[in-house]
């Protein structure tokens, strides 16, 4: 093989590895600023200032009765704590993603 054949291919190698790994990020990174570009917590959009909790209740039908909420945590000047009270019984879930990798 040439070597303008091996950097071709060491080239798309490189291409294709920057696009599988970086773009996901790129896309959280713009939904983060979209999901976050507001004054105060809005329930119909579930879009809320960072560290700020947006609740809204279910869509009627399977899922009615249930509360959604959700958060972009800001973790960058150290930890914040979340606490769940007392369900008394009910299920309840929390999930947390770190796209930071």
């Not at 973790?75 to 009910?90: E, F, I």
Request: net charge neutral; charged share 15%.
């Amino acid at each position: 093989m040439t070597s303008d054949l091996l950097s071709r291919i060491d080239a798309a190698t490189v291409c294709k590895d920057a696009f599988v790994f970086a773009y996901p990020l790129v896309l959280m990174e713009l939904t983060r600023i979209q999901m976050t570009s507001v004054p105060a917590p809005d329930p119909s959009t579930m879009r809320a200032p960072p560290n700020r909790l947006v609740h809204a209740r279910g869509q009627p039908g399977a899922g009615a009765g249930t509360l959604s909420t959700s958060a972009w945590l800001d973790v960058a000047q150290g930890p914040v704590v979340l606490s769940v009270p007392d369900t008394h019984g009910r299920y309840y879930l929390m999930s947390l993603i770190d796209m930071s990798g």
